[in-house]
């Protein structure tokens, strides 16, 4: 059984930083495309970062550029987000997902086919 688990989230400062994780069990984790997805209220799901199925092609939202970063670590099976100068905007729940084997990065909600629970993310003034 495929199963991604986020952890990580929580309350933090403007300006402050926080690291989220996402542990993959039920798949070969370095054939999928991975992804970091957001969800504020009101708001559609959006693409916030994501490899490719080899992790050698990235994409990140531009809101995001300079402040969060994604990585993986195979022999771990978790993907990661660093996210770094926190902003209020950046409240949100937040998803990984994962698909198998695209060569292009994919961005869409409906390209995924494995999604997490989310993990809520505050950013207070």
């Known amino acids: 059984q495929v199963q991604l688990v986020e952890s990580g989230g929580g309350l933090v400062q403007v300006g402050g930083s926080l690291t989220l994780s996402c542990a993959a069990s039920?798949?070969?984790?370095?054939?999928?495309?991975m992804g970091w997805f957001r969800q504020a209220p009101g708001k559609e799901r959006e693409c916030v970062a994501a490899?490719?199925?080899?992790?050698?092609?990235?994409y990140y939202t531009d809101s995001v550029k300079g402040r969060f970063t994604i990585s993986r670590d195979n022999a771990k099976n978790t993907l990661y987000l660093q996210m770094n100068s926190l902003k209020p905007e950046d409240t949100a729940v937040y998803y990984c997902?994962?698909?198998?084997?695209?060569?292009?990065?994919?961005?869409?909600?409906?390209?995924?086919?494995?999604w997490g629970q989310g993990t809520q993310v505050t950013v207070s003034s």
């Open positions: 997902a994962a698909v198998y084997g695209r060569l292009a990065v994919p961005k869409r909600e409906y390209e995924y086919k494995y």
């Open positions: 039920g798949l070969t984790f370095s054939s999928y495309a």
């Open positions: 490899f490719n199925w080899s992790g050698a092609s990235t």
